[in-house]
T-cell receptor, first 114, second 112 residues
């Protein structure tokens, strides 16, 4: 079974620039999550989708971050404009459904903002 | 909201020894407690989990125990091997926030 795919794996940008990350969840997984993992810390949830609807985006900095999951499969997370403190690994995870607890993570995208 | 504390932050053991990592949580409504292993440059990998209706769960060299009264749970790795070296995260879910709250991680080093 293929795992969660993410791209790009690495991205370096300057502050105030824009960046977008892409995620393809495990086939058949209805729930998709985006996490931010700052160096030395555990992942922190940014947004959760159930199919193509948002379940929880309470921790998403909506003034600069946006995410969408069109057609209930792939998802993109965008940052515009980026700040230095956005430097982190952005992880995508998926689960079969929101009532199934096991989450499977992708390899992440390491973002460096200079 | 939920808060998960994890200790120790670093742990070094000799190959063949046991390793124990402990976590506490604050929200008594939490009912799902997974453990993830994260190797350098990779995403977290689920290695074992436990639900609130169970006190202990084992999977080969890995075991997790849960004490709901004290609100703490632990990961036990026996007969450690160099390939067990990684960062381990505990998490809790099911409380008022309804999503996974992670600890800060434990960097385990297993010396040959």
């Amino acid at each position: 079974e293929a795992g969660v795919a993410q791209s790009p794996r690495y991205k370096i940008i300057e502050k105030r620039q824009s960046v977008a990350f892409w995620c393809n969840p495990i086939s058949g997984h209805a729930t998709l999550y985006w996490y931010q993992q700052i160096l030395g810390q555990g992942p922190k949830l940014l947004i959760q989708f159930q199919n193509n609807g948002v379940v929880d985006d309470s921790q998403l900095p909506k003034d600069r971050f946006s995410a969408e999951r069109l057609k209930g499969v792939d998802s993109t997370l965008k940052i515009q404009p980026a700040k230095l403190e956005d430097s982190a690994v952005y992880l995508c995870a998926s689960s079969i459904g929101d009532r199934v607890f096991e989450q499977f993570f992708g390899p992440g995208t390491r973002l460096t903002v200079l | 909201g939920e808060n998960v504390e994890q200790h120790p932050s670093t742990l070094s053991v000799q190959e063949g020894d046991s390793a124990v990592i402990k976590c506490t949580y604050s929200d008594s409504a939490s009912n799902y407690f997974p453990w993830y292993k994260q190797e350098l440059g990779k995403g977290p990998q689920l290695i074992i989990d436990i639900r609130s209706n169970v006190g202990e769960k084992k999977d080969q060299r890995i075991a997790v125990t849960l004490n709901k009264t004290a609100k703490h749970f632990s990961l036990h790795i026996t007969e450690t091997q160099p390939e067990d070296s990684a960062v381990y995260f505990c998490a809790a879910m099911g409380g008022s926030q309804g999503n996974l709250i992670f600890g800060k991680g434990t960097k385990l080093s297993v010396k040959p």
